[in-house]
């Protein structure tokens, strides 16, 4: 079986993750057809999940509908990568503003052991580790940030840019980078400041943003 049994998340979700996942990663480009009964076979599930998943993937505009054709990846464009950029630009500061106010004690611990397993990958520069740790870094701080509207956009867009932000990471230096930046805005949270983690996660994004154009 090609899914987990025991995972409670509804059929439907699962393969839904799993394409929009194939899609961001890269695995499906754009151009590609998607076509329902090979789904159903390589994910050993009915058509049923597979066709309320592209209605889904339709809805975010990852997929397109071509008469007589069927599903088409769109993917991520350029410009929706710099569109998403610029909205996490937007969105981020306030998340790491509002975290400074109020983050608990458990958000901030686990923050604390992110950046110091941070510290070790950067050593190593284990690339996959460190966008693993990336991706929790910034949930953590969302969740702080005690907004559910905050947190439901910016995790939506941070997997759009997921396979983004790990291409970053393997350029020379970037790793070292990140780790400060990261540190910084830790700190800032840490201390209780929110106009200096505003600041801080802002500088962040878009250093990132510029970062992403070192591999073209």
Known sequence: MFFD???KQSLTAKVYTHIRDDI???RYKTGDYLVETKLAEELDVSRTPIREALKQLELEDL???IPNRGMMVQG???HDIDDIFTVRHLLEGQAAYWAAERIDAANLARL????ELMEMYTRKNDAANLARLD??????????SDSRILRHILTSLHQNTRRVRRTSLTVPERPTQSLSEH???????EHHRPEDAKM???????NAHSRRFDNH
């Open 135 to 144: 991706t929790e870094f910034h949930d953590v701080i969302f969740s702080a």
């Open 76 to 78: 991520m464009t350029s």
């Open 24 to 26: 961001i990663e890269g």
């Open 63 to 65: 997929v397109v509908s």
């Open 112 to 115: 604390t052991e992110i950046v």
């Open 183 to 189: 540190r910084a805005i830790f700190e800032a949270i």
């Open 5 to 7: 049994p025991n995972d």
């Open 200 to 206: 801080r996660m802002e500088a962040h994004i878009n």
